[in-house]
């Protein structure tokens, strides 16, 4: 047994050892990529403004293109784009050298992506866009290439060493490539005044859709359960039973919410001839209310805020919906 334990504790160490050699190995890449970025933030110039013109004045779509790696991150660009206001779409330059050329059109703009600038497949699409008139955006590291000398506009990184050790794989440069094009897509959806609502139009699924689900989607808008004023409270219970909503709203003769009559209104009441009284005498004035472009979940914290189950919604003080706390939990929100 004693054997055992002692050939197992150089193991042990080594292991140790590996672990925090990782650990640095991580450290150190992440550090240079953040070096990497804020570089590039402080060598931004107006070629970043002359390329946001240009994608401005696009009235088709914009085109990303890359090899490789490049090819990667201009694929997360061109759906960064695309779901920000943007429409923006993909174009392998290999398979545009191959008839997808024609999914270029003149309406259209091109950011072409090589760190080198000299990348051999994206000749004949840079020559195309040349031909054609069709605006060329560039992205590279080298200011001095075949990209950037043909671009309208080039967008230059920084010139750092990669991460890897060999100075050969593809991170340093891809991280600011992708961290340029979310810029590119922030400042497009600012100058677009591109709104929350906007993005609820492209993401109607998963978390983000959840999150951005507005009360008119949510609210039971008609059969309402309302009742006026001078209702006897015999009528009124009557009407929140069958609505099942646990509440009632109570308007004025123009068809406004004055009132709400909730099950701990009548609980206040059990005391009293509540049967003989009117519904403006048990409700409960000015009830919170929302409004039918409200976010979801924006109601969902009135109601456990002020730890109600229900809000009525309003268009100028006149009730067009009721939303219940069980329609947002349903829904997802949480």
């Known amino acids: 047994m004693v054997n055992r334990v002692r ?5 042990m160490s080594q292991q140790k050892s590996d672990s925090s050699q990782a650990l640095i190995s991580a450290r150190r890449v992440l550090e240079l990529e953040a070096t990497a970025i804020h570089t590039l933030s402080q060598e931004l110039d107006d070629s970043f403004t002359k390329a946001i013109e240009i994608l ?5 779509r914009v085109i990303i293109t890359g090899m490789g790696k490049s090819g990667h991150i201009a694929r997360k660009i061109a ?11 993909f174009v392998h330059p290999g398979e545009a050298s191959h008839g997808d050329l024609g999914m270029i059109t003149r309406n259209d703009a091109v950011l072409a992506m090589s760190n080198s600038g000299n990348t051999a497949e994206l000749g004949d699409l840079i020559t ?13 590291g080298r200011k001095v290439s075949a990209l950037a000398e043909a671009a309208d506009v080039a967008l230059i990184l920084p010139n750092l060493p990669e991460a890897c050790p060999h100075g050969l794989a593809p991170t340093t440069s891809t991280t600011m490539s992708l961290a340029l094009g979310d810029a590119l897509a922030v400042a497009l959806l600012e100058q677009k005044d591109f709104k929350a ?7 109607p699924g998963g978390a983000l859709g959840t999150k951005l689900l507005k009360v008119s989607d949510l609210m039971h808008g ?4 309302l009742c006026s004023g001078d209702t006897r409270m015999s009528e009124t219970i009557l009407i929140m039973t069958q609505k099942a909503f ?3 709203g109570v308007t004025d003769a123009a068809g406004l919410l004055k009132g709400i009559v909730t099950d701990g209104d009548l609980r206040r009441h059990m005391d009293s001839d509540i049967l003989a009284m009117t519904a403006e005498d048990v409700m409960t004035a000015s009830p919170k209310t929302t409004r039918p472009a409200a976010l979801a979940a924006e109601a969902l914290g009135q109601m456990n805020e002020s730890s109600i189950t229900s809000l009525f919604v309003t268009d100028n003080q006149r009730p067009v919906g009721i939303i ?4 947002c939990l349903r829904a997802g929100i949480a």
Not at 197 to 203: A, E, G, L, S, T
Not at 324 to 327: A, L, M, V
Request: glycine residues 8%.
């Open 7 to 11: 050939n197992i504790e150089p193991e």
């Open 56 to 60: 401005m004045a696009v009235t088709g």
């Open 79 to 89: 759906a960064s784009l695309a779901s920000t206001g943007t429409p923006a779409s």
């Open 128 to 140: 195309y866009t040349r031909r054609y008139g069709i605006p060329l955006i560039a992205m590279t």
């Open 197 to 203: 609502q906007d993005f609820k139009v492209f993401h």
């Open 222 to 225: 008609e059969d309402l359960p």
């Open 246 to 248: 646990g509440c009632i």
């Open 324 to 327: 219940h706390i069980h329609d």
